[in-house]
């Protein structure tokens, strides 16, 4: 029913503002030791760049999925390029099943059990999937309209313990850049690579348009700039290298002496937890439409029931938090891929499909 | 056997069913209806003066009948629905002939009234009833645009009744009204006495949390509802405007909304979708905070909180529920019951019950705050159906907030908003703007 785009911008947005605030910053402080802002925007950049890119060769193959894309080349080629997206997008699932449902048991359940958080936020996920992506789409806009005043009051209050030293120094004096390789800095790409995937498998009646992507990442630049800044703000890098969930040690540090709440971070969470269930919902979406075209003679619903017992299953075999790390570590090389080379990919064919459109109208 | 006797054993056990011989100019014509739909002798007066005013005196009988009515065939399966609606019929028995004419009736409808279960502050104060012609009258009067469209229809077979469709021809998506003529045509041998037929004859969701209909008794929001390209339905003995499709804003607003200034306007709206969310949330809130999460309180309060529940016996969930119940009883009573009755229940249940619950350490203090909030913000929605799908919303979130606690309530919240990103109704998603139509009103 979407024509003007907003609907797929506004899932773009949410997707990831379920993301930045949790396991970004962390990373991050592992990664690097003083300015910070340069690997922000360095990743930021890249992330803006893929995204360009992927919509753009999206938008010149005419529309098409990108699984119909990558197949115009070769019989096999979708197979090949496709199947580290299914094995990275299980991955991610799992991880932010297991990180998030660890984060909840920390921050105010401490006596449920960790499977049970992560079956209700696997079980919801499964919802939103079986309903499909435009029914995903327009519960989007309704948790936008619902939990934006309540993340951005706590962001706005979130100011109250800063002290602006901590913003120095601006550059480090022997910036080397060596934190690129870092496979903590790898890890953080986490909140980059892949929560753009999905624009590809869009039905037709939600339309892409880049003016209003771009307008959507440019919206997210400040999310992920304050995300790490307001917990180095407050604390300074030393102590906040030392959380395993810097904003919300930051956020539970505000105290508003007129509200009814003691914790405002319980807010914050919520509404962000909001958004990160729209994210898994929309993943575990993307995991059932390429697994579909995958194996399509077996049922849609018949996959999602088996892909949800199999994701949680494997979640809950996940034994700590040590264990996740290395799970990070290990799917580097399939984050850098989902990162970069599928939105270029992506874009080559699309560019290849343009000129060729071109030529047969010029001949004709 | 001739006509006269076969109708007379049709209708022998039906005490109105008359059959009288008068004299039209040389005819003796035998006169046939219903005595409770016919007033009986106003109608052959009026009769009577008709053909006496008549210039020919001479005319055969079928020429004098055409000029009174509508001819019909003298037999017994075109007379009967006939007679059932109302007409009345003349009979010449010497040639056959057969006429029905439109009769003076007896008046079984009230006058146009104040509407009963809705209240306007500053609108229209008219609202439909039950005779579907005078129901269309009234809405003519507030659409007075040339591109109303009325389509009539009869539905069922063992009781046939009429429905109307009604539809502004430049406003609505023609795939939408295609899609429910298409609908209406193939189930027109269902009866439709109520909603559930209809959802039936429409293929509607019948098992939806939120209503497939708006039914309005005001008709200056039947009237904007077309503005905004729906359809209305108008059932014959039914006082409502039956709106399809129900979109979530038909929660907040509505016509008379525009009678207020402007920001005024925006504010009762913004009133309203507070109070539904107030209804849905509070009481999973209320059951999160004191049994899962206290620490989220303020200290001082959680204490107070605390306090209040000492002697209660059992969890918050419980707690909650039983006066819930209470409360869904009381409303459901105060439905059921005269209005004279109605104030005496409203006392016990307020007064007696709830000081007699706090008092005997059943329930704690805060919650009968708690529960009397929620009641009262649940009200504020625009249409009664839609009060009760936020009526029913929020004991999900009681359910999912005494597991989880917070994230429970949290989870309850993504569900429903879930839930209506997945509703359609006629394939207009729940979710979508209040206007429907394509053309607007700047552009052309």
Not at chain 1, 234 to 263: C, K, Q, S
């Amino acid at each position: 029913m979407d024509k003007s785009g907003y609907q797929a911008a506004i899932v773009y947005v949410v997707c990831h503002m379920g993301l930045i605030f949790f396991l970004y910053p962390s990373d991050l402080f592992s990664a690097m030791d003083m300015g910070h802002w340069i690997g922000i925007s360095i990743s930021y950049a890249l992330h803006a760049i893929a995204l360009y890119m992927y919509v753009k060769g999206l938008q010149w193959a005419a529309h098409r999925n990108v699984v119909d894309i990558f197949g115009s080349v070769g019989k096999f080629l979708p197979w090949l390029l496709l199947l580290p997206a299914l094995l990275y997008f299980g991955v991610a699932i799992i991880i932010t099943i297991r990180a998030y449902s660890e984060m909840l048991t920390l921050v105010f359940l401490s006596s449920t059990p960790l499977w049970a958080i992560q079956l209700l936020l696997i079980s919801i996920a499964f919802l939103m999937a079986w309903q499909g992506m435009s029914s995903m789409a327009r519960t989007s806009v309704l948790l936008v309209i619902l939990f934006t005043i309540p993340i951005l009051f706590v962001l706005c209050f979130s100011f109250q313990n800063v002290d602006w030293y901590y913003l120095l120094p601006i550059i480090d004096p022997g910036q080397s850049f060596h934190f690129l390789a870092k496979p903590d800095f790898l890890v953080s790409l986490f909140v980059y690579a892949g929560g753009f995937f999905f624009l590809g498998l869009l039905p037709p009646s939600i339309q892409i348009s880049t003016k209003k992507m771009m307008l959507g990442c440019l919206l997210l630049f400040p999310m992920f700039l304050l995300s790490v800044y307001l917990p180095l703000l407050t604390f300074g890098h030393a102590t906040a290298e030392l959380y395993e969930f810097p904003m919300l040690m930051t956020i539970d540090t505000v105290n508003i002496t007129w509200l009814l709440f003691d914790r405002v971070t319980i807010f914050f969470l919520l509404s962000l937890m909001a958004f990160a269930f729209l994210y898994l919902g929309v993943t575990l979406w993307v995991l059932v439409t390429l697994a579909k075209r995958a194996v399509p003679f077996i049922p849609q619903n018949v996959l999602l029931i088996a892909l949800t017992i199999g994701l949680f299953a494997i979640s809950i075999a996940i034994p700590n938090w040590d264990y996740l790390k290395t799970l990070q570590g290990w799917i580097i090389p399939l984050r850098l891929y989902m990162f970069l080379v599928i939105p270029l990919i992506t874009f080559i064919i699309g560019w290849r499909h343009k000129h060729k459109a071109n030529r047969t109208t010029e001949v004709t | 056997m001739d006509l006269k006797e076969s109708l007379a054993e049709y209708f022998k056990a039906n005490a109105d069913y008359f059959n009288v011989e008068i004299r039209l100019q040389q005819y003796q014509v035998q006169v046939i209806g219903l005595d409770s739909l016919v007033d009986l002798p106003q109608s052959i007066a009026s009769l009577q003066t008709q053909t006496s005013n008549l210039v020919k005196t001479s005319l055969p009988p079928a020429k004098l009948l055409k000029i009174l009515g509508e001819l019909v065939e003298p037999n017994l399966a075109s007379i009967i629905p006939d007679i059932m609606k109302g007409h009345l019929i003349l009979l010449e028995p010497l040639s056959g002939t057969c006429c029905a004419v439109l009769p003076i009736s007896k008046n079984v409808t009230r006058s146009v009234s104040a509407p009963e279960t809705e209240s306007t502050v500053y609108g229209s104060s008219s609202s439909f009833l039950e005779d579907i012609h005078t129901n269309i009258g009234i809405l003519r009067k507030h659409c007075t645009g040339s591109s109303l469209q009325v389509e009539a229809y009869t539905a069922g077979s063992s009781h046939p009744k009429s429905l109307m469709l009604i539809y502004q021809e430049d406003r609505i998506k023609p795939q939408l009204l295609q899609s429910i003529q298409a609908k209406i045509r193939a189930g027109l041998h269902q009866d439709v006495q109520h909603i559930q037929q209809l959802e039936n004859m429409l293929g509607l969701n019948k098992w939806s949390f939120v209503t497939n209909f708006n039914m309005t008794e005001l008709p200056q929001n039947a009237a904007h509802a077309l503005q905004q390209g729906k359809v209305v339905f108008m059932i014959d003995r039914h006082p409502f405007a039956i709106i399809l499709p129900s979109l979530v804003m038909d929660m907040f607003c509505m016509k008379d909304d525009h009678n207020y200034p402007r920001t005024f306007m925006y504010l009762i709206r913004l009133l309203r979708i507070v109070g539904v969310l107030i209804a849905t949330i509070i009481p999973g809130l209320y059951v999160a905070l004191v049994s899962i999460n206290p620490e989220v309180l303020r200290l001082q309060l959680a204490l107070s909180i605390a306090n209040s529940r000492q002697d209660v016996p059992y969890p918050a969930f419980v707690e909650t529920l039983l006066l819930l119940i209470v409360l869904e009883l009381i409303l459901e009573a105060s439905v059921r019951l005269p209005k004279s009755v109605g104030p005496t229940i409203t006392m016990v249940g307020g007064i007696i019950l709830g000081q007699a619950a706090v008092s005997a350490k059943l329930v704690s203090n805060l919650l009968i705050i708690v529960l009397a909030g929620t009641t009262i913000a649940s009200s504020t929605v625009v249409g009664f159906q839609n009060a009760v799908s936020v009526r029913v919303f929020k004991y999900l979130l009681i359910i999912l907030s005494a597991i989880y606690g917070m994230l429970g309530l949290l989870a309850g919240i993504v569900v429903i908003c879930a839930y209506m990103g997945h509703q359609k109704s006629m394939g207009i998603p729940y979710l979508s703007f209040p206007t429907l139509n394509q053309k607007d009103d700047r552009n052309g």
